[in-house]
């Protein structure tokens, strides 16, 4: 049974799940398989030292990912600030477009490269307060991928309560954009 699955059936197991989800990382993630040039971002690139590095995932027709707040992304003590919240959803959102994107035109999932996305609209629901301390759950459904244009919509979960939500409408960067071009 897919993780979100599990957790809306009322399974607690939330020990298990990180185990499920560590296991995936295993595998290259959407991230990695971005051409270098695309690879700098501050939420998602492998390239960037001082970033997030957001590593998403297919499970099933869904997508995931783990974070675990610093204690420096503090609001006030013992919760994440809500610019981190977003900036994870958003994150993962434009890593699952780029998924998305990748197997709609015949990728295979753990081969490259990645097309790039970038946010053209998001909006943030934050409807708990985050803990700080805790690995953080993004779980993702593409809702449209429509030419360049992919709408994901995410869940944020921190043990088993759902934090956040978002919306995102993202844009497939052009050619002429790449580094070097």
């Known amino acids: 049974m897919p ?5 809306r059936a009322g ?17 290259p993630a959407f991230q990695d398989l971005y051409p270098d040039g695309w690879s700098h971002c501050y939420g998602c690139g492998r390239l960037n030292d001082h970033g997030l590095r957001v590593r998403s995932f297919w499970e099933g027709d869904e997508t995931v990912a783990e974070v675990v707040p ?22 993962h959102s ?62 944020l979960f921190a043990n088993e309560k759902l934090c956040a939500k978002g919306e995102a409408i993202l844009i497939q960067v052009p050619e002429s954009f790449a580094p070097g071009s």
């Open 70 to 91: 610093r204690p420096y992304h503090m609001a006030i003590p013992g919760f994440v600030y809500g610019g981190f919240v977003a900036s994870v959803i958003d994150c």
């Open 11 to 27: 399974v607690r197991d939330f020990a298990a799940i990180r185990l499920e989800v560590k296991a995936m990382h295993e595998r």
């Open 3 to 7: 993780i979100l699955a599990r957790i």
């Open 94 to 155: 434009t890593g699952s477009a780029a998924a998305a994107a990748h197997r709609a035109n015949g990728g295979a999932p753990d081969s490259g490269p990645y097309p790039r996305f970038l946010t053209g609209t998001l909006k943030v629901e934050y409807l708990a307060p985050t803990p700080l301390g805790v690995p953080l759950l993004l779980r993702s459904r593409i809702l449209e991928v429509k030419g360049r244009k992919v709408t994901v919509a995410t869940q």
